[in-house]
């Protein structure tokens, strides 16, 4: 089962901003009630009667369960895992990258030396160019 990370986040989001804000904490009274409580002992709720003014706050609670919960952890570190393995591989494509042009730019080409030519034997000698360039291991495209 696949969960749309977004989706989820926005449900949870937006339950949280409907519910009381604050430190919340889980206790349980002396008879066995438990309940959830906030700053200053502050009762939020209590397990077995949930205050009408507080609606939100047991919307929270049944949204927050280890399920969803659950999914949202799962989703988020296939997420990671995805991100962690493109970096990976576009770090390796730079280093190459890098180093093939590392390689390029240290190469020299020499050409031949320059004699005085008419047109014709410019011509003549453009196989000694692509020659010399070749041999220099840069890849020359016909025209």
Request: charged share 25%; hydrophobic share 40%.
């Amino acid at each position: 089962m696949t969960t749309d990370i977004t989706e989820l986040a926005q449900i949870l989001k937006a339950a949280a901003e409907k519910a009381t804000q604050g430190n919340w904490r889980a206790f349980q009274y002396h008879d066995g009630r438990c309940g959830i409580g906030g700053g200053h002992n502050a009762e939020i709720m209590v397990c077995e009667h949930i205050s009408k003014e507080r609606p939100h706050d047991a919307m929270f609670i049944a949204m927050a369960n280890p399920a969803n919960v659950l999914a949202l952890v799962e989703a988020l570190e296939k997420a990671q895992q995805r991100i962690d393995s493109q970096r990976e591989y576009y770090e390796g494509v730079i280093a190459d990258g890098g180093k093939r042009i590392a390689d390029l730019e240290s190469r020299t080409v020499k050409l031949p030396e320059p004699e005085q030519w008419d047109i014709t034997q410019v011509l003549l000698c453009k196989k000694k160019v692509v020659a010399a360039i070749r041999a220099a291991g840069i890849k020359v495209e016909a025209e």
